[in-house]
């Protein structure tokens, strides 16, 4: 059964929507379900000269848990520098969720990804160093949206 955190998310999604002129879009399909997930991010330097997550905007098309997990990777991220917002976990969506049934954890990764993906093409379009373990992990969502496809 779904948390009450849950209902509340996906009644009232947080950061809803599409957005203009977006800095990068990280977009994932789930290959168990056939859900997508799209996410804009709004990408700015603050007064350090560090890249920071300035707005942040998500469009899903899936389940409750989809949508609820969607909104809150946009709470957890907004305003974060690129590097922190690299380091949020699957395990972070669920406990901020109160626990989704173990059925669904696969949908919280579907908004990780997303996000993953968004922040390695900014990477990559500003030539910024890119390490083996990010590579790694990107190489693994493009595996299963390869997949995806065929
Ligand atoms: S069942 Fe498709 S993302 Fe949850």
């Given at each position: ?29 789930n290959l168990a379900c056939g859900d997508v997930m799209k996410l ?8 350090q000269g560090e890249y920071y997550i300035q707005n942040i905007k ?93």
């Amino acid at each position: 059964m779904y948390s009450q955190k849950v209902f509340e998310h996906f009644r009232n999604p947080h950061n809803f929507g599409s957005m203009d002129n977006p800095t990068v879009v990280g977009q994932v399909g789930n290959l168990a379900c056939g859900d997508v997930m799209k996410l804009y991010l709004k990408i700015e330097k603050n007064k350090q000269g560090e890249y920071y997550i300035q707005n942040i905007k998500f469009e899903t098309l899936g389940c409750a848990a989809a949508i609820a997990t969607s909104s809150v990777v946009t709470d957890l991220a907004k305003g974060k520098i690129l590097t922190d917002a690299m380091e949020i976990k699957n395990e972070d969506v669920v406990k901020a969720l109160d626990d989704l049934p173990a059925v669904k954890i696969h949908c919280s990764l579907l908004a990780v990804d997303a996000l993953t993906e968004a922040i390695y093409s900014f990477y990559q379009k500003n030539n910024q160093p890119i390490s083996a373990e990010f590579e790694q992990k990107h190489n693994r969502i493009i595996t299963c949206q390869t997949r995806l496809k065929h």
